[in-house]
Every structure is written in structure tokens, then in C-alpha cells.
Nanobody, 122 residues
Framework: QVQLVESGGGLVQAGGSLRLSCAASGRAFNTYTVGWFRQAPGKEREFVATTRWRGGNSYNADYADSMKGRFTISRDNSKNTVLLQMNSLKPEDTAVYYC????????????WGQGTQVTVSS
């Protein structure tokens, strides 16, 4: 069983930065694929970024097109934490951000955090 807790959300002006953190409990978390998703009011949840284990200490990162060049996903396996650095934030980035995890070899995200609110003012 994996439990995920997000933190780091808040209110920021357009052009600013925030760093979200997803702290996990559970064994072998370093082998899990971890994704960040977001959901704005009245909109469907959308993919933001993911980090996928490739074996050893190697990971693949992938981003939604609108986040490329602005967001960076990273891992601190010593702390069982996945980070999402968000720069050049825009008002349209306002949403609740969720992290999710799935074990290697599975296709569905089985574990979700409670979400953290990010609000970007213009």
C-alpha cells in the first residue's frame, strides 16, 4: 500500500514559481511511475508530468505540451519524494494538483494524493 501526500501549493502571481512535493510511504517507491495531474474548476483532470523508472537509477520524464520548458519533475528517492518545479506560471495553471503512483508494469494509477491548490493571479 502506498500513501501520497502533496504539499507546496499556494497563491502566486503570474510569472512566479512554485515547487510541489509528493511524499510517499511504502516500499520500493523508487520503482513506481509517478505522475502529476491537475483539475481546474469545471474542467476534466489533465496530465501534467510523469517520471517512470527505467531500471537502476534511470528515469524517464514526460510532460504535457503546455508544461514543457516551464515545469520540471524530479525525484529524491532518499526521501521517497517526487517534486514538480513550476516556473513562469500563468493564470491558466490554476488548479488542484494531484500526484498519483502506479507500480512498474501496471497501466492504472492505483494511488492518489488528496491534492494541493495552486492559484495564479494575473
Amino acid at each position: 500500500q502506498v500513501q501520497l501526500v502533496e504539499s507546496g501549493g499556494g497563491l502566486v502571481q503570474a510569472g512566479g514559481s512554485l515547487r510541489l512535493s509528493c511524499a510517499a510511504s511504502g516500499r520500493a517507491f523508487n520503482t513506481y511511475t509517478v505522475g502529476w495531474f491537475r483539475q481546474a474548476p469545471g474542467k476534466e483532470r489533465e496530465f501534467v508530468a510523469t517520471t517512470r523508472w527505467r531500471g537502476g537509477n534511470s528515469y524517464n520524464a514526460d510532460y504535457a505540451d503546455s508544461m514543457k520548458g516551464r515545469f520540471t519533475i524530479s525525484r529524491d528517492n532518499s526521501k521517497n519524494t517526487v517534486l514538480l518545479q513550476m516556473n513562469s506560471l500563468k493564470p491558466e495553471d490554476t488548479a488542484v494538483y494531484y500526484c498519483a503512483a502506479r507500480s512498474a508494469g501496471t497501466s492504472e494509477y492505483a494511488y492518489w494524493g488528496q491534492g494541493t491548490q495552486v492559484t495564479v493571479s494575473s
